[in-house]
């Protein structure tokens, strides 16, 4: 994270631990954090949209604001701000809960240090600025699939249609998804003599074949690359 300051919002009710919170942010973070408080749930939404805010500190039992609601009720308002939530020895449980609700970790009072601490705001901000870049990449990569001009899918290793852009769409003229692709495209319904699938997809391996009887008679040259698609191996195919 380089030399960037952050700004931490703790919405804590108890003075003690936010002066502590606060205190082991300023030993460990050398400087790089600055910690704002809040003392009820209504007062950290004010502070959320009045200032520039890189992480929450939010403890789960607030005079205005009770357990997962009160994550529920920061996340309806702010779904881009990264929380961490506090909770008590015998609440680990609901912090559990809160994390599979969206928040980024959870800190436990009484055992929580400047080390612990340090190192899951750490964590949480860098996911965080992850999870926004693969976002961006993501609309990206979209956006020029959608509209690049020419013919372009994406199968998966048994050949079946992932993904269609809008020209493959017009020239097939029916919903492909989940279709064999040379059952679809070859006027014969057989594969392609030098298709990648009938060998092991190697990702970022690229080949270029011609082939012939392809939608109602058309020669193609087609381009595969090996790609990983949500999270599978999978060929893109450029026509």
Not at 49 to 66: E, H, N, T, Y
Not at 157 to 172: R, S, T
Not at 215 to 222: A, D, H, M, P, V
Request: glycine fraction near 10%; charge should be negative.
């Amino acid at each position: 994270m380089n030399d960037q300051k952050f700004k931490i919002l703790m919405v804590e009710d108890n003075p003690g631990d936010a002066r502590l919170l606060s205190l082991f942010l300023s030993q460990a973070g050398a400087g790089r954090y600055e910690a704002v408080h809040a003392a009820r749930l209504s007062e950290g939404l004010e502070r959320l949209a009045a200032d520039s805010i890189d992480l929450v500190l939010l403890d789960l039992g607030l005079p205005d604001g009770q357990g997962l609601d009160t994550l529920r009720r920061m996340q309806a308002r702010f779904p881009s701000a990264p929380i961490i939530v506090l909770t008590g020895l015998d609440d680990e449980g609901l912090a559990v809960q809160a994390v599979q609700a969206g928040a980024q970790d959870y800190l436990v009072k009484g055992r929580v240090d400047e080390y612990s601490l340090l190192r899951a705001v750490r964590y949480a901000i860098e996911r965080r600025h992850a999870e926004q870049a693969l976002r961006e990449s993501n609309a990206f990569n979209t956006m020029l699939l959608q509209t690049i001009p020419f013919g372009m899918d994406i199968v998966d290793e048994g050949g079946q249609m992932l993904f269609l852009n809008p020209e493959m769409e017009k020239a097939v003229g029916q919903n492909a998804l989940g279709a064999r692709c040379w059952e679809l495209y070859k006027d014969d319904r057989q594969q392609c003599a030098d298709c990648p699938l009938k060998q092991n997809i190697e990702v970022g391996r690229q080949n270029t074949i011609e082939t012939s009887g392809v939608l109602g008679g058309k020669t193609f040259e087609i381009s595969h690359i090996g790609i990983i698609f949500r999270g599978k191996k999978a060929v893109l195919e450029i026509f």
